[in-house]
Nanobody, 125 residues
């Protein structure tokens, strides 16, 4: 079992920046990838970004490419999501997730085994 705890959410004005953190503990050696998803009120949870456990490859949703950067610190077992040029449409609860299987795509939330509780990001216009 893998445990994930997010932090770093908050209220920011449009154009501002936030950095989310996700502390990963437990059976971390079984993880193959970690990622971020978000869910706005009344909408389905959607993919934001993912990174392989090795950190060699990262993937992004088109809506955040060029603005968000995912990274990980293996020594600290922590994953980050740097969010720049934030827009009101980025407002959502952000969740980190981990998975232990090998899949060809990274944006399918059904392939992730473990989830954090979420952290709220609100971008005001």
């Amino acid at each position: 079992q893998v445990q994930l705890v997010e932090s770093g959410g908050g209220l920011v004005q449009a154009g501002g920046s936030l950095r989310l953190s996700c502390a990963v503990s437990g059976r971390t050696f079984s993880s193959t990838a970690v990622g971020w998803f978000r869910q706005a009120p009344g909408k389905e949870r959607e993919f934001v970004a993912a990174i392989t456990w090795s950190g060699f490859r990262s993937y992004y949703a088109d809506s955040v490419k060029g603005r968000f950067t995912i990274s990980r610190d293996n020594a600290k077992n922590t994953m980050y999501l740097q969010m720049n040029s934030l827009k009101p449409e980025d407002t959502a609860a952000y969740y980190c997730a981990a998975r232990s299987g090998y899949y060809s795509n990274y944006d399918n939330r059904g392939t992730y085994d473990s989830w954090g509780q979420g952290t709220q990001v609100t971008v005001s216009s």
